[in-house]
């Protein structure tokens, strides 16, 4: 019998394998391979729906209810471990819907792989896999739906800023100052998902984030200058991707907040208790809200706008990994 575990697994090897057939679809221009990796990421979100099925029964079981259609009580997204897998399960289903609405699989290849990172990280930073007990906290039915909203908004900034990637390596006219503007982020990125897990030598971490930082910029930099970045969408097409994925990011956040308040009243007596988590969710909101101002009223395009997308996942990235781990607070049993 398996469990959500071997599940969760299955369908992150499934996540993996639709990342190469994307990249391969790239460089082949072979039509078939795009299909092939389209069906095998459908098949790791049919895989994962069922693994967070079983684990919502697991965690009912654990507190000792026999009823299995109570799983949805039992949100499966309580610990970093569950939501890393919710975050990468969302990012390749808002990925699957902007394809089918572009009719365009070739910036698969920049955003599978940030699902494929936000899953495997959780072997390679140690979380535990178990299903764990839900602890009364987080007893409610506020915990589904203020959850699965936030994740929808951060998966929907991870699709805008695999995007944001992709647009760099597209334009012709992408600079060093751009390129020394991906490579902190990068650095700042991976810095955060490692550190924050260990928390043992900032030197050691920072030098890791930075290979990989020269390792991504540096294939974006050979894609730019070799011309295959001509296979991707135009520019103008990954800038509409960047706002309408960001968009979708920010409305879906809104609502995370707003459900996330209503419960705090519900749970603790109050609206806003100025948590670390709750502060830092404020500032992403705001960071994007401003940044879809900009878009909308005053008509930022072009690089700044690409600039900017990748700065604001930099907030979304501290709110779930920095806060979640290093800064103590209402929200540390997401540990």
Request: net charge positive.
């Amino acid at each position: 019998m398996f469990n959500s575990v071997e599940f969760f697994n299955i369908g992150m090897v499934l996540f993996l394998a639709a990342s190469v057939f994307y990249t391969i679809h790239v460089f082949s221009k072979s039509e078939k391979m795009g299909k092939i990796a389209t069906y095998i990421a459908l098949a790791g979100v049919i895989v994962q729906g069922i693994a967070f099925v079983l684990r919502g029964m697991e965690k009912a079981q654990l507190n000792m209810v026999d009823d299995w259609l109570a799983f949805y009580k039992y949100a499966p997204f309580t610990n970093m471990y569950e939501s890393l897998m919710l975050f990468g399960w969302t990012i390749v289903v808002i990925y699957l819907i902007f394809e089918r609405k572009y009719r365009n699989k070739i910036f698969g290849m920049f955003v599978m792989p940030l699902a494929v990172i936000s899953e495997a990280s959780t072997q390679i930073l140690g979380f535990n896999p178990e299903a764990q007990p839900l602890v009364p906290a987080l007893q409610s039915n506020w915990l589904l739906f203020h959850v699965v909203t936030s994740f929808i908004g951060y998966a929907g900034f991870a699709v805008s800023a695999g995007v944001a990637y992709a647009y760099f390596a597209k334009r012709d006219d992408t600079n060093s100052t751009d390129w020394i503007v991906l490579f902190l982020s990068t650095i700042f990125i991976a810095f955060f998902i490692t550190y924050s897990a260990y928390r043992t030598s900032v030197f050691l971490f920072f030098l890791i984030s930075a290979v990989i930082a020269a390792g991504v910029v540096g294939f974006l930099y050979w894609m730019n200058k070799s011309g295959f970045a001509k296979k991707l969408p135009t520019v103008e097409t990954l800038e509409d991707i960047m706002y309408q994925a960001a968009a979708v990011g920010f409305v879906f956040l809104t609502l995370g907040i707003i459900l996330g308040a209503v419960w705090a009243k519900y749970a603790w007596g109050g609206y806003w208790s100025w948590d670390p988590k709750e502060t830092w969710s404020l500032i992403t909101w705001l960071v994007y809200s401003v940044y879809l101002h900009a878009r909308y009223v005053k008509g930022l395009s072009g690089k700044p706008l690409a600039h900017f997308t990748i700065i604001g996942f930099l907030s979304v990235v501290f709110t779930y990994y920095g806060v979640n781990l290093i800064l103590p607070g209402l929200h540390s049993y997401a540990q």
